[in-house]
């Protein structure tokens, strides 16, 4: 493979690839979202918990060890009792809300015709 050929550009670990990845779970885009417009980029565990009521605090913990890990969130744990730990976007963590924004705001303009699509047989649509 020759090093710029457009074969190269799509290899297992090229940019729009592993930005993909980052999206492998459906909860990543919407807790981007929520710490962004409820939160304004940082909140603590619990109170993202109640913004998004339909994650179980499992998934929601193992999907912000993968947004830490990513490099889009900030973990910070308080010394406070009980102790607490607090939630932020990075900067690029912000600067990847922007297009998960455009996304979010394509899809409200299209709800209607959206809503009349055939479920996929995985979905929780109904």
Same mark, same amino acid.
């Given at each position: =493979?020759?090093?710029?050929?457009?074969?190269?550009?799509?290899?297992?670990?090229?940019?729009?690839?592993?930005?993909?990845?980052?999206?492998?779970?459906?909860?990543?885009? =919407? #807790?981007?979202?929520?710490?962004? #417009?409820?939160?304004?980029?940082? +909140? *603590?565990?619990? +109170?993202?918990?109640?913004?998004?009521?339909? &994650?179980?605090?499992? =998934?929601?913990?193992?999907?912000?060890?993968? =947004?830490?890990?990513?490099? &889009? #969130?900030?973990?910070?744990?308080? %010394?406070?009792?009980?102790?607490?730990?607090?939630?932020?976007?990075? +900067?690029?963590?912000?600067?990847?809300?922007? %297009?998960?924004?455009?996304?979010?705001?394509?899809? *409200?303009?299209?709800?209607?015709?959206?809503? +009349?699509?055939? %479920? *996929?047989?995985?979905?929780?649509? *109904?």
């Amino acid at each position: =493979m020759k090093s710029g050929s457009a074969e190269e550009e799509w290899r297992e670990d090229c940019a729009p690839r592993r930005v993909l990845e980052l999206f492998s779970t459906k909860w990543t885009s =919407m #807790v981007l979202h929520t710490l962004a #417009v409820r939160h304004e980029g940082t +909140a *603590r565990s619990n +109170a993202l918990h109640r913004s998004l009521p339909a &994650i179980s605090k499992k =998934m929601l913990i193992q999907t912000l060890r993968e =947004m830490e890990t990513a490099g &889009i #969130v900030l973990r910070t744990e308080h %010394p406070t009792v009980p102790p607490s730990v607090e939630y932020g976007l990075t +900067a690029l963590g912000r600067q990847l809300v922007e %297009p998960i924004e455009l996304i979010y705001d394509w899809a *409200r303009r299209n709800a209607s015709t959206l809503d +009349a699509l055939q %479920p *996929r047989a995985t979905s929780r649509r *109904r």
